[in-house]
């Protein structure tokens, strides 16, 4: 390793959230509830910075993301720089008001692969997840571009209640979209997703009978395509590693370039985050306290400290800790260790049996 | 199983590059960054779209002074793993 003076590993990928604007309105998004708004927004030339920086500190990966990255005028302008980096583009994108011209240019900037999100599989449902008519004909049709432009196509679909019986529509869905990868992910309770988990959280049988349903299409689309699924948290026996540790392997810049160890990371209250406009990213990922705050294990306390799992979960999830537990240190309440199980069981449950209508994300 | 005269070939959107910073080669795709060992590298390195397994497999015996079964199957083995990722293309 030639950047860092301590045994703390270089970044391997970098989220860029490069602007909180999108036309959805998806009642789990994962920006934070207060959104970042325009006028706050990095200018390109910082952008071009924040990348740069972040191949000198051993980023391979870049993840561009927002709200809808697309609402950038400059995106080509950023991809071109970056690609001339040798950094790997990933777009993520809710494909909505992207026409082929602009895909055109994208793809000539140097573009690496789109990740594109679907809703849910018909465009009634997806519209009304999505609180935005018309968004399911320009997905399809955006995917239409990108994998006739020969761009690797992933189809990403965040999983709950209103969609999670049709997955294997979802999948199909994906097959015939020409995707190579599907990514099922699984709505995550903080954020707007915490004020929605009344509407939005399945219950155990959906899990279980979707998770089914995933392994028989893997094995029949093997080689056509892949999909990648976790286990949605709350009904785990263990967390997830998230993010494969505190200030481990990623980190993620905000719109007006807040760096973060996770984009969560903001709801837990007490930690300072700092900005690449006014510091220097390696100086962050090394020294800040907010990244070492949680880095590997000896903040733990028990049952983590002693677990043969923590490095493996490295404690679970701190934004989800500290969002159950009011400790952002606690061990992940999803854990079958945790003292918080039982309750956060009980709160599934009830949220799962509830019929309440859900809040669209909103500015 | 793919014919010997099979070309592959790394379609856009998964690249092999050197990583500098940890002074390694590495196979970048779509949300996977993957080490080659240094059997999968020399693959790798040959693999430009335009040679044939068999070519592919003929400079690896030839360079490595090693069992032309051997490698066929090495390589083989390799090309199906990354064929189950959708990252390789073969024509
Ligand atoms: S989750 Fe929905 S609302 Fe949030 S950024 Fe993505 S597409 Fe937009
Ligand atoms: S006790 Fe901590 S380290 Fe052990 S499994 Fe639970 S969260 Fe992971």
Not at chain 1, 194 to 204: D, E, F, G, M, V
Not at chain 1, 257 to 264: D, I, M, R
Not at chain 2, 47 to 56: A, E, L, Y
Request: glycine share 6%; net charge negative; charged share 25%.
């Amino acid at each position: 390793m030639t950047v860092g003076s301590t045994d703390i590993p270089a970044p391997m990928g970098l989220l860029a959230e490069l602007t909180h604007r999108c036309p959805l309105k998806c009642p789990y998004c994962s920006n934070p509830v207060e959104l970042e708004r325009r006028s706050v927004e990095m200018s390109t030339d910082d952008w071009k910075k924040v990348f740069s920086q972040a191949q000198a500190l051993g980023v391979l990966q870049l993840h561009l993301s927002g709200g809808e990255p697309s609402a950038r005028g400059d995106l080509e302008e950023i991809i071109a720089h970056c690609s001339t980096l040798n950094l790997y583009t990933n777009l993520i994108t809710a494909g909505v008001g992207i026409p082929k011209e602009r895909w055109q240019a994208l793809a000539d900037a140097g573009l690496d692969h789109v990740q594109l999100s679907v809703q849910a599989p018909t465009a009634e449902a997806n519209d009304f997840v999505a609180g935005f008519d018309g968004a399911f004909r320009a997905k399809i049709e955006s995917a239409g571009h990108v994998t006739s432009l020969g761009l690797p196509l992933t189809i990403n679909a965040v999983i709950h209640r209103h969609n999670i019986n049709t997955i294997e529509d979802t999948i199909e869905l994906a097959a015939s979209c020409g995707a190579r990868r599907l990514e099922v992910a699984h709505v995550q309770y903080y954020g707007w997703g915490l004020k929605n988990r009344q509407s939005l959280i399945p219950t155990r049988e959906a899990v279980l009978d979707c998770m089914a349903k995933i392994e028989a299409a893997r094995e029949r689309l093997s080689g056509s395509l892949v999909i990648d699924a976790v286990v949605p948290d709350y009904y785990a026996r263990f967390p997830k590693p998230c993010m494969g540790g505190w200030g481990a392997r990623s980190l993620n810049v905000t719109p007006s370039g807040k760096v973060l160890p996770c984009h969560a990371a903001e709801t837990i209250a007490g930690l300072t985050f700092e900005s690449v406009t006014e510091k220097p990213l390696a100086e962050i990922w090394y020294e800040s306290e907010s990244f070492n705050k949680f880095r590997g294990t000896t903040w733990m306390p028990e049952p983590c400290r002693s677990c043969d799992r923590r490095e493996i979960d490295w404690g679970g999830c701190r934004c989800q800790a500290f969002a159950f537990t009011g400790r952002a240190d606690a061990t992940d309440p999803v854990c079958e260790k945790s003292t918080f199980r039982n309750r956060l069981s009980e709160i599934a449950e009830a949220d799962a049996a509830a019929e309440e209508a859900f809040e669209y994300r909103s500015f | 199983m793919f014919e010997e005269d099979a070309k592959p070939a790394l379609p856009r959107g998964v690249k092999l590059q050197f990583d500098s910073a940890r002074d390694h080669w590495v196979l970048l795709g779509p949300e996977r960054i993957l080490k080659p060992d240094p059997v999968a590298l020399e693959i790798l390195k040959r693999i430009d779209g335009t040679k044939s397994i068999d070519q592919i497999v003929e400079d690896l015996t030839q360079t490595f002074n090693a069992d032309r079964g051997q490698i066929l199957k090495d390589v083989r083995a390799f090309l199906e793993g990354l064929s189950d990722k959708r990252m390789i293309d073969i024509k």
